[in-house]
């Protein structure tokens, strides 16, 4: 092993992404590598993912994957929109900030526009107004709303507060989309099934992450309202988003579904996430930035400790402003690197006082 990749074998608090992939995934990226099988989905992998995904959510639904999640996202939002269309999403949402405006290209310029609210949700009134401000010509059509879910400061939508968003969507017409990059710790932070959060509070399509879930790639693209998918197929190759070797696209959705593993990486990363809300809470320095619900915790540190810990080894993001640090935990996060993580910022937090 060269040295210089040492470093990076310490399991991290960066990012869900920086983890390999779980034993289900595996597994069956193992059993799908025996022997051929036919190209471009036309094999028994993608059809048995995408019924297993047919029974998770208790619908008959439409099924596509795609190689990650501004892909799904992006095509699936385009699917909704023409390009005089906008796109209402939170103002700190994956779709406006991180995506190199991949929504607005695949749509052939429908424009994003951002809404602001607490924690990274959707205020409803604020949506509402976001509509109302311009109904004329000169204006892009409010089109979609695009909720995330789990959100992008790690708190989540209630059934209720879907419920809320799903009245503002059906009083204007807008269709809704659900980036569930993290859908898998929502359900594990909620505790319903996954209808309850999706076609059950009027979201038509949802981009379903399996990457951060614990797969190496691939997030599910589920339309429940199945009209929208005509010609999705198109899209999705001209998009350069259909693998020819669909199946190991597929394949890891069939070992993270079949058992339950989905919920199972979920619901452990969570936990991790809640223990190290716990360890934090009971250092009194510590400011916390957002509601922990799903995998993650944001802090508040200063600069000199944020530094320290980085000198230490630890790798972060330090996306939310100045001193915000987000610690995300991951399907394979263990006790005890939450212990020494805690342990590490509360040593050095204590040196700066
Ligand atoms: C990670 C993430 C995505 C998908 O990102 P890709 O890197 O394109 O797979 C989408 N939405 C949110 C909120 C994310 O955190």
Redesign the pocket.
Known sequence: MPSETQPLSRRQFASD?YSGICPEAWRAMEQANAGHAPGYGDDAWTARAADLLRQLFEVDCEVFFTF???AA?SLALASMCQSYHSILCHELA?VETDECGAPEFFSNGTKVLTVPGEFGKIEPAAAARAVLKRSDIHFPKPRVLSI?QAT?LGTVYSVAELQELWEVARRHDLRIHM?G??FSNAIASLGVAPKEITWKVGVDVLCF?G??NGMAVG?AIVFFKKELASEFAWRCKQAGQLASKMRFLAAPWVGMLADGGWLKHATHANQCAARLEDRLSKVPQIEFLSRRQANSVFVKLPLPVIEALRATGWKFYTFIGAGGVRLMCGWDTTDEDVDSLATDIERLLSIGN
Do not use: P, S
């Open positions: 992404n990650n999640g501004t996202n994956h995330t992008e980036d990059a993290r992450g990457t951060k997030d």
